[in-house]
């Protein structure tokens, strides 16, 4: 079973539902396919893993009320192939 969870960033950065996105992640990693996808602090992607987590950073070109502007989320989520998409609100994205 593949799951993508979508959030606005991820460890390194420092916060609550961060906190709780990296603990579900690293929990379920062993037992599913787990995926990250947040907003890049940079107009670059990314990829990487971290903890055994596939963590995707698409680029983000602002931040509007402490949401980031980054288009690359809807592409990368309708080209996923996903199973469960948990998604971390109160994102406007």
Do not use: C
Not at 68 to 78: N, Q, V
């Amino acid at each position: 079973m593949k799951v993508m969870q979508v959030n606005k960033s991820y460890y390194h950065h420092i916060g609550g539902v961060e906190k709780h996105v990296k603990d579900v992640a690293e929990t379920l990693a062993t037992k599913v396919d787990m995926q990250i996808l947040v907003a890049n602090t940079t107009r670059a992607q990314s990829q990487e893993t971290i903890n055994g987590v596939k963590v995707t950073r698409v680029p983000s070109w602002s931040v509007i009320q402490s949401a980031p502007l980054a288009p690359g989320f809807y592409s990368t989520i309708r080209e996923s192939s996903a199973d469960i998409y948990h998604l971390h609100f109160p994102n406007p994205v």
